[in-house]
């Protein structure tokens, strides 16, 4: 089993090798909706009902994945569009529908097999409610951070 994982690794690896690294762009930044994009790939995240999505598209094979399990708070949704845009990894779901990332010392990692090649620490990624919650391992930048606040729904300040 350990080695099918070890070529499974490598094989991601090897398909995720796209020579030139294109650098993912901020396409557009609205109140309800943010795209990334770079050649024949994107991701988005926008609210739905109560809370909000992440997806990721393939233009070549007309394949659009979702990253979250359904709705999740707006940091949530962003970290796994992060996770996806720094390390082009998708977060994987435990049996109780939360989404989680491995996380090696040489970073995040997927996990597929019940007792892992190396020391593993899971990550949970449902309960980032902030930014200053967000794993180490993905970066808040300030044109993150911009996206966040465009994004984050408008708190009532109504005094008493």
Do not use: N
Not at 3 to 22: H, I, N
Not at 128 to 146: I, N, Q, S
């Amino acid at each position: 089993m350990r080695a099918l994982s070890r070529v499974w690794v490598r094989l991601g690896e090897a398909v995720l090798d796209r020579g030139g690294d294109e650098e993912w762009s901020l396409e557009r930044s609205r109140t309800t909706e943010t795209r990334w994009s770079r050649s024949g790939e994107r991701v988005d995240c926008f609210r739905f009902d109560d809370g909000y999505v992440t997806t990721v598209h393939y233009e070549d094979r007309e394949v659009t994945w979702q990253l979250t399990p359904g709705q999740v708070p707006l940091a949530s949704a962003l970290a796994m569009a992060k996770l996806y845009l720094e390390h082009e990894l998708t977060p994987q779901t435990d049996p109780e529908g939360r989404p989680f990332v491995g996380l090696t010392e040489r970073g995040p990692v997927q996990v597929f097999e019940e007792i892992p090649p190396e020391p593993v620490e899971y990550v949970y990624l449902d309960g980032v409610r902030t930014l200053e919650e967000f794993p180490g391992f993905l970066t808040v930048d300030d044109d993150f951070r911009a996206v966040f606040d465009r994004m984050a729904p408008a708190r009532s300040s109504t005094s008493r």
